[in-house]
């Protein structure tokens, strides 16, 4: 899930500075004031708002490919669940999928166990860089989740990252949509990307033509991919 990196302050924080380790006590505190989702990524506040239709979009239709596929036992698909760095008192990140063995349903814990994912999916907001994109997937690397699938409506693309080591995914596999993709095991599920969505014009990435983002055609819409034209 995308956010807004911002810095502490009194605002956002409320009282004095926080130390080292307590980051994770702010971010409550930041949920519960402002009601936006909070994540700690490399020792920064990161701030979520609403997710658009489109957003919501892309992570329901690959929620229902992978619970509709064969998924192995023990193992099951979740949303609003966060998983925290191994050995680090506060940076945790919240994917907007995750696949966890099936006992996380019984957990009393917030976070679970990098370890334990199968699976993690990030869509892309718009309001995102480049860098933090980049960022995040290296976090991912060094939590040691094993498949990261990054989704990226702004454009049309997507990237699947796997086998993470010494901090960064070894191979990384890039798509647009309508092409389909095969996680790989214990997974084995290919999903179809040709019912993905592109977000509206005006939400596009400025990039443009030729910088990476999407295409704007002749009467002002966004081409990518053979489905997922926004007018």
């Known amino acids: 899930m995308g956010g807004v990196s911002v810095r502490w302050s009194a605002e956002v924080g409320g009282g004095t500075r926080p130390r080292p380790g307590n980051l994770r006590a702010v971010a409550e505190t930041i949920g519960a004031t402002t009601g936006l989702q909070v994540q700690i990524l490399g020792g920064k506040l990161v701030l979520s708002t609403t997710p658009t239709g489109k957003h919501v979009g892309v992570t329901q239709r690959l929620r229902r490919q992978l619970e509709t596929a064969v998924m192995p036992d023990g193992l099951d698909v979740f949303e609003l669940s966060s998983i925290a760095l191994p050995e680090d008192p506060d940076d945790y990140v919240t994917p907007d999928l995750i696949v966890l063995p099936t006992e996380w349903m019984e957990d009393d814990d917030w976070l679970a166990a990098p370890e334990d994912a199968a699976l993690a999916v990030e869509v892309i907001s718009q309001s995102e860089k480049s860098r933090e ?42 798509g647009k949509f309508g092409e389909s993709v095969t996680l790989p095991a214990p997974l084995d599920i290919e999903i179809a990307t040709d019912g993905f969505r592109c977000m509206a014009p005006g939400a596009r990435d400025e990039r443009g033509p030729g910088g990476g983002g999407a295409a704007e055609n002749g009467r002002g819409c966004i081409s990518c991919g053979p489905t997922g034209m926004s007018c």
């Open 133 to 174: 994109i980049r960022d995040k997937a290296d976090w991912y690397a060094v939590a040691g989740v094993p498949v990261l699938f990054v989704i990226d409506p702004r454009n049309g693309t997507w990237t699947l990252h796997t086998r993470p080591d010494n901090g960064a995914y070894k191979d990384v596999l890039p």
